[in-house]
C-alpha cells in the first residue's frame, strides 16, 4: 500500500467503497434478496437467500462467481446468508453480470 502513495491509497478506497455500494443497490432490485447491511458500508456485506448458501454459491461458481463466503458455518442462526465482498478490481460490466447470475440462480 505505500507504494499507491497517499493519493492513490484515497482512490483505492474510493473504488472499494463505489463498487460495493453499486453492487449492493443493483441487489436490493431483487426482491428474493435481503440486504441486512442497511447501515454505509466499504465494499462487503451480507445478504439473506431464500436457497442455502452452498446452494448459492455452487450455482454461482458453476457461472465463474466466487461469490461470497456463507455465514452458517461461522455463525448459528445465520443460514442462507452470504458476506459478498467488493473491491477495486470489478469492472461495472462485471457487477451487472454478477446481479444477473444471481437474478437466474435465484429464478
Do not use: C, H
Amino acid at each position: 500500500m505505500s507504494l499507491l502513495g497517499k493519493d492513490g491509497f484515497v482512490q483505492l478506497a474510493t473504488q472499494n467503497y463505489n463498487n460495493a455500494n453499486y453492487l449492493k443497490k443493483e441487489l436490493v432490485k431483487n426482491k428474493k434478496i435481503k440486504i441486512f447491511n442497511q447501515n454505509p458500508i466499504f465494499n462487503e456485506f451480507v445478504i439473506g437467500l431464500p436457497i442455502s448458501g452452498d446452494e448459492f454459491l455452487d450455482k454461482m461458481s458453476q457461472r465463474g462467481f466466487f461469490a461470497g463466503l456463507k455465514l452458517d458455518t461461522l455463525y448459528d442462526n445465520f443460514q442462507n446468508r452470504v458476506l459478498v465482498s467488493v473491491t477495486e478490481k470489478r469492472t461495472k460490466a462485471q457487477m451487472d453480470s454478477f446481479v444477473s447470475s444471481v437474478k437466474e440462480v435465484l429464478s
